[in-house]
Each structure stands twice: as structure tokens, then as C-alpha cells.
Nanobody, 115 residues
Framework: QVRLVESGGDLVQPGGSLRLSCVAS????????MNWYRQAPGNQRELVAT???????NYVDSVKGRFTISRDNAKRTVYLQMNSLKPEDTAVYYC?????????WGQGTQVTVSS
């Protein structure tokens, strides 16, 4: 059974930091392209960051220079370090494992940026 379990979401003030974690089980994590998506109320789900099997990374323009995606294959975990958070970063953040044509999703973790 495939499971992706996110954690680390919280309420944080603008300018603050959070680190999200996603632990995977039931998949060959080493060969998975891992993604973080987010979805704010009333918006479509948006791809935020990607990390490939050889640690190449890509980010949506709005988070470049503030967010960092990384992975630890031994722990089957992908991380999203989020710095200089802004109110517009408020969303539910989802972990995704891309085994195209199959995709697996976590349940999401809420990030709220507010003073």
C-alpha cells in the first residue's frame, strides 16, 4: 500500500519559516520524481517544487529564492524548506510521487501565514 504522509504545516507570521516533510512508504522512493503542490481556497492546485532522482530541482517563480526542496533517500523523505513566508503562501501543501502514468498523493498539510 502506497502512503505519503506530510507534516510540518502550521500558523506562522509573515517573514517566518517552516519545514515540511513527507515520508513515503510502499514505493521505490529512489526512482520517484517528488513534487510539492499547494492549493489555496478557490484556486487550482499549483506545482511548487520538483526534485528529480539525481537531485535536480525546479521551482515556480513565486517561491524561487525562498523555498528549497530536498530529499533523503535513506529516510524515504522529501522536504520543503520555506523561508520568508508571505500571506499568499497560505495553502494546503501536498506531497506527490510521480511515477507517470501513476501519481500518488498525500493528504496535505495546512500552512497559514498571517499576523
Amino acid at each position: 500500500q502506497v502512503r505519503l504522509v506530510e507534516s510540518g504545516g502550521d500558523l506562522v507570521q509573515p517573514g517566518g519559516s517552516l519545514r515540511l516533510s513527507c515520508v513515503a512508504s510502499g514505493i521505490n522512493f529512489k526512482i520517484a520524481i517528488m513534487n510539492w503542490y499547494r492549493q489555496a481556497p478557490g484556486n487550482q492546485r499549483e506545482l511548487v517544487a520538483t526534485i528529480t532522482t539525481d537531485d535536480n530541482t525546479n521551482y515556480v517563480d513565486s517561491v524561487k529564492g525562498r523555498f528549497t526542496i530536498s530529499r533523503d533517500n535513506a529516510k524515504r523523505t522529501v522536504y520543503l524548506q520555506m523561508n520568508s513566508l508571505k500571506p499568499e503562501d497560505t495553502a494546503v501543501y501536498y506531497c506527490n510521487a510521480d511515477f507517470t502514468p501513476q501519481n500518488y498523493w498525500g493528504q496535505g498539510t495546512q500552512v497559514t501565514v498571517s499576523s
